[in-house]
């Protein structure tokens, strides 16, 4: 298994000062940084910022959204729902 190797020597050296401290780590939903903030700092818990968790359930409500308006139209969408998407 790979590890995350940090670019910042100084960084590492700073973080292990603190690290059984830390509560919390705020992250975006990268795969990359969630594992590096898994190795550094074991016993906190990771939070997602809500930007991107927003996002994602946003995502998700217009995909059902998308796909039953094609299956309700078997797939001809009507002029005004065309109007209200628009």
Same mark, same amino acid.
């Given at each position: 298994? !790979?590890?995350?190797?940090? &670019? @910042? &020597?100084?960084?590492?050296?700073?973080?292990?000062?603190?690290? *059984? $401290?830390?509560? !919390? $780590?705020?992250?975006?939903?990268? $795969? /990359?940084? *969630?594992?590096w903030a898994r190795?550094? #700092? &074991?016993? !906190?818990?990771?939070?997602? %910022?809500? #930007?991107?968790v927003i996002k994602l359930?946003? %995502? !998700?409500? %217009?995909?059902?959204?998308?796909? /039953?308006?094609? %299956?309700?139209?078997? *797939?001809?969408?009507?002029? @005004?729902?065309?109007?209200?998407?628009?």
């Open positions: 298994m !790979a590890r995350v190797v940090m &670019p @910042w &020597p100084l960084f590492n050296r700073k973080t292990r000062q603190f690290r *059984g $401290n830390l509560k !919390a $780590n705020c992250l975006d939903m990268s $795969n /990359t940084d *969630g594992k190795e550094q #700092f &074991p016993l !906190a818990e990771v939070v997602y %910022d809500h #930007f991107h359930v946003n %995502d !998700a409500i %217009d995909d059902l959204r998308q796909r /039953t308006r094609y %299956d309700l139209n078997m *797939g001809v969408p009507k002029p @005004w729902v065309m109007c209200e998407i628009l």
